[in-house]
């Protein structure tokens, strides 16, 4: 019988009630919460949230392939720091997730790290070529429930409705990284006033938009369901805002850094701030922020993008795109993100579980019984990043400087305390 | 000053200082030994990743005449073809005592990036489509030179051709509006950056209507590729509609100059020999070149010596 744990004096957020109480949990569930409770070891929570533990959809882990960027152990303790009990992990690995072999490899590899639950998707295409369907019964009998060519988009439109029809039958989500190539072709940062004056090509907005359009209308005939990544522009916001009054079942994603940060900063010729989709205007960000607090936009997911300083010192057109996420990601919410607490919970907890069809353990409401995955963070907390000092392998965080508000302070995953105090315990 | 970037990091008073020191530069320069001690003991090294024949000839011709020792980086027989960083490449040539690096760059950004690894100074020789500062100060000097206009206010300057790809545009742009004299941007609308609603200047996309207006016209490179990327159906269409023909020369007012930053596409943009044009300035771009390298090795390197004397 392993010792009970007691999280004391915290605010408990559920989706119908907040109150003042204390959590106990006793092997991996959750089997009391209310007031004065005792157990073998107690974690302070005054003046925090509890929460349930928040859902990662889009985490690049860089294993197998990348090691040198990121390890699954590495973004595993970066997400538990951050919060999280659970990460999506994309499958632009090399190998690409695309068979049965590389599912299980990733989701072994999470397991013996033990910090999160590391959800493999699947690659909707072969390799991610987009050209040929990858085997997604196969993967979704191996459990895969969300599928994406993530760093590409899916061109052909055909094969795209070809791949929407096959997923209904199975039962599963489709997401879209929605970039429509032949428009982007050496695209550095936002086509804008600010790439005119540096000379860099632009990634016009219109390339996210066009393809957005064109997969809620492949949505409407297919009657499929999709998950939109990423959206980062005022128009993608409009479109998916319309899709849903039509009542079609799609859900959408944004970004911390494109709630947060924009185009200007590529004027300092730092690759940190290089990241696909690019980052976009102040009109763009009060658009995303608006989706937010209206329902059209889901979730807040991090595209946590690792990569080796060596290649973040290149210049900015060879520099690869992306930035960290995981450790950032409610500072930066908290900060700037415009939304209540407990707003902040369901976009970076119930509703990013349900979409990844991880609800029977994540995202719940944190009440006796349930699997005990769950945050503890002070809302108020304010804190700058030092990125010699994340758990994450690389240091590539655009938020240098910036003071960010809210940081976890414990992290429960399955009945662990994975993280106390804001220090990892593995 | 430490770093030579782009215009915009010069400023008005920067680049009117920097004239000035050129007409220095250009004295010495007529002297029978065209060679002063200003920088001795001083070393300069060129970092050229692309081509280049007179920039390049132009900053070691002017290193060498203000008495600088100077280091050539060859990129295809370098470290760097062994797959050494920029960086890396950086710090070892700053291992060696370097005061300043000329670097030209096909990436935009990298003399900001560099200027992070280094303490020595930089001058941007030109990178990616985004600044080429030295080549702005030529052609500012060399319109100086043939006006007599201490600044340009009242001067209408065309600048035709691949605005979009173009570093010399961008530079000369903000330093032609800098001095006082109004821009027409000359070119069809795949050759111009999306918006250039935020630049002060105008926009045409018919050189016949313009022509016989303005006091400069400044002609751009069309490079052959543009074609295979389809910003233009053929050369010829391109040359028909923006080059400089025989009867467009006509066409230009009695003392309107034409220049050229070079190399010259010879029946695309150039459909005459420069020698054709009464007022092309063409070869006092080249011949400045020096005298304004010179100036602004000086204004970065020197320590308030004299720019008098022998070496």
């Known amino acids: 019988m392993s010792k009970s744990v007691v999280i004391k004096g915290g605010t408990v957020i559920n989706r119908n009630s907040q109150e003042v109480a204390d959590v106990k949990i006793e092997n991996d569930c959750v089997t009391e919460v209310g007031k004065n409770l005792k157990g073998d070891i107690h974690l302070d929570a005054s003046g925090c949230i509890v929460s349930s533990g928040f859902v990662d959809l889009h985490a690049h882990l860089r294993e197998p392939g990348k090691e040198e960027a990121e390890t699954i152990e590495t973004g595993s303790r970066a997400g538990a720091l951050g919060g ?17 072999a590389v599912i299980d490899f990733v989701r ?49 439109a055909a094969l795209m409705r070809r791949a929407l029809e096959y997923a209904k039958g ?8 929605c970039e429509v190539a032949e428009l982007t072709k050496g695209a550095v940062m936002n086509e804008c006033s600010c790439c005119t004056d540096l000379g860099l090509p632009g990634w016009p907005a219109i390339a996210e938009e066009l393809m957005v359009f064109r997969d809620i209308e492949l949505v409407r005939i297919t009657g499929a369901s999709m998950h939109f990544l990423h959206l980062s ?75 080796p300083r060596r290649d ?3 210049s900015l057109d060879m520099a690869p795109p992306g930035m960290l996420g995981l450790e950032t990601a409610l500072g930066v919410v908290l900060a700037e993100g415009g939304c209540e607490i407990r707003d902040v919970i369901a976009l970076m907890s119930w509703n990013p579980a349900k979409i990844a069809r991880i609800d029977a353990e994540h995202g719940r409401d944190v009440v006796a019984g349930i699997k005990a995955n769950l945050c503890v963070f002070d809302p108020q907390l304010t804190w700058s990043v030092d990125p010699e000092r994340l758990a994450s392998k690389s240091i590539n965080t655009p938020y240098v400087g910036r003071t960010l508000r809210g940081r976890v302070r414990h992290t429960i995953f399955k009945g662990t305390a994975t993280v106390i105090d804001g220090q990892a315990q593995k | 000053m430490k770093h030579l970037r782009s215009i915009d990091e010069l400023g008005l008073d920067g680049l009117t200082g920097l004239l000035q020191l050129t007409d220095h530069m250009a004295e010495i320069n007529q002297r029978p030994v065209p060679k002063v001690p200003a920088l001795r003991g001083r070393t300069i090294a060129s970092l050229f990743f692309e081509d280049s024949t007179r920039t390049r000839l132009s900053f070691e011709t002017a290193a060498k005449r203000l008495s600088a020792d100077t280091m050539t980086f060859n990129v295809s027989t370098s470290s760097v073809n ?63 030179e043939a006006t007599h206009a201490q600044n340009f206010s009242g001067m209408k300057i065309a600048i035709v051709g691949d605005i979009k790809h173009s570093r010399v545009a961008r530079s000369n742009i903000q330093a032609f509006t800098l001095l006082g004299a109004s821009v027409v941007l000359v070119a069809p609308p795949t050759l111009l950056p999306p918006d250039v609603s935020h630049w002060p200047v105008s926009v045409s996309h018919k050189l016949d209507e313009i022509i016989d207006k303005v006091d400069v016209l400044y002609m751009l490179r069309l490079q052959s590729e543009r074609m295979a990327q389809g910003h233009v159906p053929t050369l010829r269409e391109y040359s028909e509609q923006y ?33 054709d044009v009464k007022n092309s300035l063409i070869h006092r771009q080249v011949a400045n070149g020096v005298s304004v390298r010179m100036a602004v090795l000086f204004e970065l390197l020197g320590s308030g010596s004299s720019l008098g004397g022998q070496a």
């Open chain 1, 170 to 177: 199975l039962g599963i989500t489709l997401a879209q990284h």
């Open chain 1, 312 to 314: 973040k010192e290149m």
């Open chain 1, 233 to 307: 522009t005022m128009r993608s916001v409009d479109l998916v805002r319309a899709a849903k009054r039509d009542g079609l079942a799609i859900t959408a994603e944004v970004t911390p850094h494109h709630l947060s940060l924009t185009q200007e900063l590529l004027a300092s010729y730092n690759p940190v701030f290089k990241v696909n989709p690019p980052l976009r205007s102040i009109e763009d960000i009060r658009a995303l922020k608006a989706g937010l607090l209206d329902g059209t936009i889901d979730a807040i997911a991090t595209d946590h993008a690792p990569h």
């Open chain 2, 243 to 275: 080059g400089l023909t025989h009867k467009r020369v006509l066409a230009l007012k009695s003392d309107a100059i034409v220049m050229h930053p070079g190399p010259m596409n010879r029946g695309v943009e150039m459909q005459i020999d420069p020698s």
């Open chain 1, 84 to 100: 999280y009990t659970a990460l999506v992990a994309m499958p632009n690995t090399d190998p690409p997730q695309d068979s049965v």
């Open chain 2, 82 to 144: 062994k797959g050494e960083s920029l960086r890396d490449t950086v710090a070892t040539i700053t291992d060696m005592g370097v005061d300043a690096f000329v670097v030209r760059h096909k990436s935009v950004g990298i003399p900001w990036q560099i200027s992070q690894w280094t303490s020595a100074s930089i001058i941007n020789a030109g990178d990616g489509a985004h600044q080429h500062p030295t080549q702005a100060l030529v052609d500012c000097y060399t319109i100086r």
């Open chain 1, 108 to 156: 072994e590899q999470g397991k013996r790290a033990g910090l999160v639950d590391v959800v493999p998707s699947g690659c909707i295409t072969l390799g991610r070529q987009g050209e040929s369907l990858a085997p997604m019964a196969e993967l979704a009998n191996a459990g895969v429930t969300l599928f994406t060519d993530d760093g590409n988009g899916v061109q052909d």
